[in-house]
């Protein structure tokens, strides 16, 4: 997984709020591709947040090693 998989660019927003601004979307179900993009997001946010946990478990493991290491000295 590169850093591009965990953002979504401007156009992309912008896409997704021209479906939601779109009249044909305000009555009855969204459009397909409405729902899809808001479950794309939804995964992308799903993403970041497991990239995020990951690189705090990274950061807490080396303080654990940086305390213990001074702990030793």
């Known amino acids: ?5 965990l953002i979504y660019t401007e156009d992309q ?3 997704i709020l021209e479906e939601i601004k779109n009249p044909q979307n305000k009555e009855g ?3 397909a591709s409405l729902v899809y993009s808001v479950i794309n ?4 946010q799903a993403n970041m947040i497991q ?3 990951k690189t705090i478990q990274k950061l ?3 303080s654990k ?5 001074e702990k030793e000295e």
């Open 13 to 15: 927003q912008e896409k």
């Open 1 to 5: 997984m590169n850093s591009t998989d």
């Open 60 to 62: 807490e493991q080396q």
């Open 65 to 69: 090693c940086v305390v213990s290491g």
């Open 41 to 44: 997001l939804l995964g992308i």
């Open 29 to 31: 179900l969204p459009s």
């Open 51 to 53: 990239e995020l946990q």
